[in-house]
């Protein structure tokens, strides 16, 4: 089991600015790359960045390139998501997720191939 506990949403202006950070616990030498996702009302989840949990791949959903940053502290197992120029249609609540390495190949992107889910933390930006 791997738990996670996101923070650090909130309000803020456009063009403004938040860190969200991900604690993970327990059986965190099983993860393989974590990811952040995130759900506004009315819509699917979709896919925010992620990174390989031992170095590696960094991605990030074209609508928050350039603007967002993940990053990872594998000695405190944290994962952060640094927002700037954020814009209205960036809120939402967002997740943080965990892939296992019993998950074998995975789609990054994919919502489905995540083991473990955070209970989210909401962001709200203001025009």
């Known amino acids: 089991q791997v738990q996670l506990v996101e923070s650090g949403g909130g309000l803020v202006q456009a063009g403004g600015s938040l860190r969200l950070s991900c604690a993970a616990s327990?059986?965190?030498?099983?993860?393989?790359?974590m990811g952040w996702f995130r759900q506004a009302p009315g819509k699917e989840r979709e896919f925010v960045a992620s990174?390989?949990?031992?170095?590696?791949?960094?991605y990030y959903a074209d609508s928050v390139k350039g603007r967002f940053t993940i990053s990872s502290d594998n000695a405190k197992n944290m994962v952060y998501l640094q927002m700037n120029s954020l814009k209205p249609e960036d809120t939402a609540v967002y997740y943080c997720?965990?892939?296992?390495?019993?998950?074998?190949?995975?789609?990054?992107?994919?919502?489905?191939?995540?083991?473990?889910w955070g209970q989210g933390t909401q962001v709200t930006v203001s025009s």
């Open positions: 327990g059986r965190t030498f099983r993860v393989n790359a």
């Open positions: 990174i390989r949990w031992r170095g590696g791949g960094i």
């Open positions: 997720a965990a892939i296992t390495l019993s998950s074998g190949s995975y789609d990054y992107w994919n919502a489905h191939d995540y083991d473990y």
